[in-house]
């Protein structure tokens, strides 16, 4: 049958699919799948436990022996592959006496507590998770050798590997194997990088290094005008920084069976409502921005007659900071405006997030907890009133 084989990415970004796929054979299992050793964790059922497919046990077999980034679609598995590298790796966990532990990077704080549940799942291993909001930043010596000692799997975000690296509170020897999800964000001053820079690619350092897997379903941040000199070059930067090198498979039909691309449905949308609400969310919009741009129009008379010291300016008790009052009433009419746009050009929806947005934004200050200007529309005859 036909064997998915892997090949470096390496310059020809466009066509690496494209080598043809050598034969072979691993007995009669079916095509898709290939049997390797998982741990049944206690308390899950032998049903349970997940059958890797062909791909990625091949990958599997070269992360073991290697340092690689293993490149494949969102959906297809990756995280599995790193389960079985972790299961593969465990024995080393105390290699010549020494406890040592294995990390699991994620970049965000919900990776990490989704990942950290995988784990826990499917290794009999003690996994712990690590976030921000822990307060580790204030952690000592002897509490991280707690946690080295109790525990065999940490997942955490970048920058705490590389705090506890700094302070000397963790060392790179102390790791057996390093696993960066969603790595292709291992550039620059990124703290996975900083990670590998400063303490993995230490030459002073003769101490022994992790095994390192890559994860990512895009080696490089790809623009329209990059070249494919410039994407080779960034895949190139990408493999020295990790020391690792990019491998992906070439018959891509299992992976797509395994991660279907979704299906692409165009839905007419129209922005124009007739409903009642509609119309008087409209109305009021209009309303707010016409009372604020008479209150410029207020605030713009008063600077004016105090400025040529009319009399009439001493009678007007106004007990605001008008400059600031202006600024405010300017901003917000035109955030107003904006909104009263949106919701005409594309509708409720859109527009409420854009409130959202803008409500986000807005912060207390003792200038509104003071006192407000009210402006009311004027009916015929009557003059702009100051409440």
Known sequence: MAM???????PCW??????HARDSSIGDWPASTAVIPMPTPEGQNLAERLV???????LFQEARKRNVIAYLDTGSGKTLISVMIINDKAEGLMADGC?????????????VQQQAEVLRKHTRLRVSQYTGDMNVTSWDQQKWNQELQEHDVWV???QILLDALRLAF???DDLNLLIFDKCHGAIKRDPSNCIMQEFYHDSKNKKPRPHIFGMTASPVNTRPQDTEMKLTQTMQQL?????????TVINRDPVIAAAPLPELKLVNYSCKHDSDAMQTLQVRLDHVIWSLQQGETTMAQLAAARSQQAAEAASIPLQLDEEKLETVAVVVRRHIQGLALTLEDSGLWVACAVLQGLLSLVKPTTFWTKSVLHLTRPTRGEQIQDT
């Open 14 to 19: 466009a066509r690496r699919f494209a080598i």
């Open 156 to 158: 955490m975000t970048p």
């Open 4 to 10: 998915t084989v892997l090949t470096s990415v390496r």
């Open 52 to 58: 890797p497919r062909q791909y990625q046990t091949e």
């Open 239 to 247: 493999e020295r920084n990790l020391d690792a090198q990019i491998i």
């Open 170 to 172: 963790v060392r790179i």
């Open 99 to 111: 406890k040592k532990i294995t990390v699991f990077l994620a970049p965000k704080v919900l990776l």
